[in-house]
């Protein structure tokens, strides 16, 4: 079985920074695309930025030029750099992967979430 974990959520004031982890495990032969996604209170859940495996990117435009991911293809993890966080970042982060296994399976896999509040 594949799993996601994430980490690094919390709370900080308005301008701080967090950075994100998200590790895979089990039985993976690659990734393809991984990124991350948040939800909102009261809010369905959005893209924030993916990442191929060749190291393509696409952020959504909230959020362009205050984040940064980045992905460690040895260790089968990707990382999200939040810089100039604002209130309305305030959401649970998903992680998420296109993960290929070694039986031949390919499917979206998602982690459990991670919260970040921001606020003073």
């Known amino acids: 079985q594949v799993q996601l974990v994430e980490s690094g959520g919390g709370l900080v004031q308005p301008g701080g920074s967090l950075r994100l982890s998200c590790a895979a495990s089990?039985?993976?032969?690659?990734?393809?695309?991984m990124g991350w996604y948040r939800q909102a209170p009261g809010k369905e859940r959005e893209l924030v930025v993916v990442?191929?495996?060749?190291?393509?990117?696409n952020y959504t435009d909230s959020v362009k030029g205050r984040f940064t991911i980045s992905r460690n293809n040895a260790k089968n993890t990707v990382y999200l750099q939040m810089n100039s966080l604002k209130p309305e970042d305030t959401a649970v982060y998903y992680c998420?992967?296109?993960?290929?296994?070694?039986?031949?399976?390919?499917?979206?896999?998602w982690g459990q979430g991670t919260q970040v509040t921001v606020s003073s």
């Open positions: 089990g039985s993976i032969f690659s990734i393809n695309v």
């Open positions: 990442i191929t495996n060749d190291g393509v990117t």
């Open positions: 998420n992967a296109d993960v290929s296994t070694y039986d031949g399976s390919r499917y979206r896999s």
